[in-house]
C-alpha cells in the first residue's frame, strides 16, 4: 500500500480527478457539509492540486458555503420537526442557541474560522437560532475563506511538499498546531457560554428578588 502512495501515483489520481471537471470540486464540498463523515481536508486539497491555488480555493470555498447555508436553511425550516428533537434536546446545543442568540456574530464566525470544528453542529445551532438567514449567510461567507486558503495552501503543490521530508513535517505541525489552537478556542468559547449563561441566570434572580 505504502508503494502505491508515490508521488507520481498521487498525481495521477488528481489528474483523474481532475478530469470530472470544477463542478465536481464544488458538489463534493457540498456534500460534506450534510454528512461530516467525508474527508473535507482531503477534498479541499484535491481541488487545490487539481486546479491550483486559486481555483481550488474557490471552488472549495463556494461548495462549503452554499452546503451550509442550505444546511443552515434545510434546519431553520423543518427544525421542529420531531426528527430534530434529539439535536434540540441535548444541553450544550441549548446553551449554544441561546448563547448565539445573546452574541450574534462572534461566536459563529469564530467557530467557522477553525478548521476541524464540527461544522453540521454549527450550521444546526444557527438553523435552531434566532439568528437573520442574511447575517448567517454573511458570517460563512466571512469566515470560510481563513479554514478553506490553509487547506487550499497545503494541497496547492503536493509534489513539492511530498518529496521534501522537511515540507512534510513543516505541514504536519502546521496542521497540528491549527488542530490544537481550534481546540484551545473551542474550550474557551465553552467556558465563557458557561459564564454568560450563569450571569444571566444571576441577573434574572436579582430582579426577581428585588421586585
Avoid at 459563529?108 to 453540521?120: E, M, R
Avoid at 445551532?125 to 442574511?134: Q, T
Avoid at 444571566?200 to 436579582?206: M, T
Wanted: with cysteine; net charge positive; proline share 4%.
Amino acid at each position: 500500500m505504502f508503494d502505491w502512495l508515490s508521488i507520481d501515483n498521487l498525481e495521477a489520481v488528481i489528474e483523474q480527478y481532475k478530469l470530472l471537471g470544477p463542478f465536481a470540486g464544488i458538489i463534493l464540498t457540498f456534500i460534506e457539509s450534510f454528512i461530516p463523515i467525508l474527508p473535507l481536508f482531503v477534498i479541499v486539497v484535491a481541488n487545490a492540486s487539481a486546479y491550483g491555488l486559486f481555483w481550488g480555493f474557490l471552488l472549495s470555498w463556494i461548495g462549503t458555503v452554499a452546503g451550509s447555508y442550505a444546511f443552515f436553511l434545510l434546519i431553520r425550516k423543518f427544525g421542529n420537526h420531531r426528527i430534530f428533537k434529539p439535536i434540540k434536546g441535548q444541553q450544550q446545543i441549548k446553551k449554544l442557541i441561546h448563547w448565539v442568540d445573546i452574541r450574534g456574530f462572534t461566536p459563529l464566525f469564530i467557530l467557522l474560522c477553525l478548521p476541524f470544528t464540527p461544522v453540521v453542529v454549527v450550521n444546526s445551532v444557527a438553523g435552531l437560532s434566532n439568528i437573520k438567514r442574511k447575517y448567517y449567510l454573511f458570517t460563512l461567507f466571512a469566515s470560510k475563506p481563513v479554514m478553506i486558503f490553509l487547506m487550499s495552501y497545503l494541497g496547492s503543490d503536493l509534489r513539492a511538499i511530498l518529496s521534501a521530508p522537511v515540507k512534510i513535517i513543516v505541514s504536519g505541525l502546521i496542521i497540528l498546531a491549527i488542530w490544537g489552537i481550534g481546540k484551545f478556542v473551542e474550550r474557551s468559547l465553552n467556558k465563557r457560554v458557561e459564564r454568560d449563561l450563569r450571569a444571566i441566570d444571576q441577573n434574572k434572580k436579582d430582579k426577581l428578588q428585588g421586585m
